[in-house]
């Protein structure tokens, strides 16, 4: 790998996991997902970025009070994972790139590990000023023991990961940004796509969705009456 990508540039402190998503609603797919990488690799903690408006797919279903709200019900679970609102607060889209600046503006050698499961990493070249993030953030690619990460790494990412990709995860502290490491962990076959179609299915909805959401956000869930009444919500 080139070390002028991850040289050494006096990293200080644990490296920070950063999850963006819409979370509409969290589940444990996320969160058991979050919690294995940031057990695997050791970081100080995980940040879930619930997404005001996210920029490659449609305006979430639930309001972004409802969906913080779930996420605060859901990660008491889960020591180590916390939320982070800004995306939320601030107008205009939730560009990942904007994020991160503002990370490292706030800590300029702390290392950062933007976490991304195969099809996002496969799809970066379309995000906003993606190769800025390369250089200010960390990757850790997510894949499943199935998955063939060959297959996403076409056009400008092939060039990419030979650049930087590295096999030691102790690279991650080593140096705040810039490396780009694969983790495998165990699948979760759960999705909100699926979630929000069962509860606006019907009056089975909350039992098919049982086990995959903490009790306390399936409550609220209930209590709410969200995701209900949508026989188009995708
Ligand atoms: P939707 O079905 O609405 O697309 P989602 O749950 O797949 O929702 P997000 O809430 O946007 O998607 O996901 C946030 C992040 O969590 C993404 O990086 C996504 O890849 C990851 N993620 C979502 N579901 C899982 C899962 N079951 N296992 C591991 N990671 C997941």
């Known amino acids: 790998m080139a070390d002028d990508h991850v040289a ?31 057990r695997a690799l050791h970081l ?16 979430p279903v639930a309001t972004a009070a409802h969906r913080l709200a779930m996420l605060a019900l859901a990660l008491p679970e889960f020591p180590g994972l916390v939320v982070d609102a800004r995306e939320i607060a601030r107008a205009g889209k939730s560009y990942t790139v904007l994020t991160l600046e503002e990370l490292r503006a706030e800590a300029p050698s702390r290392p950062l590990a933007l976490i991304l499961g195969v099809d996002a ?20 690619v997510v894949t499943r023991p199935d998955a063939a990460l060959a297959d996403a790494l076409a056009g400008p990412l092939a060039e990419v990961w030979v650049a930087r990709h590295v096999d030691d995860a102790a690279r991650l502290e080593s140096q705040p940004a810039g490396a780009i490491y694969a983790l495998t ?40 009456q969200l995701y209900r009444s949508r026989p188009d919500a995708t």
């Open 8 to 38: 050494a540039r006096g990293a200080k402190g644990r490296a920070l996991g950063l999850l963006g998503g819409t979370f509409d609603p969290v589940h444990y797919g996320h969160l058991r997902a979050a919690d294995a990488v940031r």
């Open 44 to 59: 100080a903690e995980v940040r879930l970025f619930p997404a005001g408006d996210p920029p490659h797919r449609a305006a």
């Open 121 to 140: 990493f496969a799809g970066l070249p379309t995000w906003h000023r993606w190769q800025a993030i390369l250089d200010l953030a960390h990757l850790v």
């Open 185 to 224: 962990i165990a699948p979760q076959p759960i999705s909100a796509t699926f979630i929000r179609r069962a509860l606006a299915a019907g009056t089975d909805g909350l039992d098919a969705v049982r086990g995959m959401v903490p009790p306390a956000v399936l409550a609220y869930i209930d209590r709410n």
